[in-house]
């Protein structure tokens, strides 16, 4: 069994993959902020373990196995993240730090049985899908909230950011998954946002903070 520091990397890899399946190491290690050097030692670990193929001065290549391997460490992120905020209680904004910890268990029937307990759950509490047993996850096609023209009405779908400060920012706002955002007017000079949400309450929402939501048309 991988140790929980080859998880880490390997789920550092997985997010940091391009179509390709290629990373640059600086990105890895400034990703897992350790220095170069360090990196470097661990990425030889990896590529001994077939989890990468790595060749001096290319971008690191995650390999079929190393995918497979790191989307089971996701998996197990996030139905415990599920888990948390369905059946226990958690706000979404309190999950990241307990899943850190819980998803290095070994024990496959203990997330089997979690994920049967939730009714087999394809996204968790951010939207983002849930990889199946064997690793694969299927990708939900959204778009931006700064994509949206003026009088278009969305619902909110996922976020392509769940730190726990913008989390919080979205619990003043009283913005949750599947609220309904009607773009009222875009400001020309920083193409800020006013809505309207659930077609009740107006706010003003920053360039950046449009960017991190990812929303599809409201039927």
Known sequence: MPSQTVENYLKALLNLANDKGEVNISDLSNSLNVSTPTANSMVKKLRDKGFINY?????LLVTNKGRKEAAIIVR???????????KMGFGWEEVHEIAEQIEHLKSQKF????????G?????PHGSPIPDKEGNMVLPEYSKLSNIEQGVSVRLCALNN???????YLNSKKIELGT??????IEPFDSSM????????ETMLSHEVCERLLVELAK
Do not use: C, G, Q
């Open 76 to 86: 197990r992120h996030r139905l415990t993240e599920m888990y948390l905020v369905s």
């Open 111 to 118: 997330f089997d049985r979690m994920d049967e307990l939730l």
């Open 55 to 59: 060749e001096k001065y290319k971008p």
């Open 194 to 201: 006013t809505v309207k949400l659930n077609n009740k309450t």
């Open 180 to 185: 309904i955002i009607s773009v009222i007017n």
């Open 162 to 168: 769940s730190s726990n400060n913008f989390l919080n």
């Open 120 to 124: 087999f759950p394809a996204l968790d």
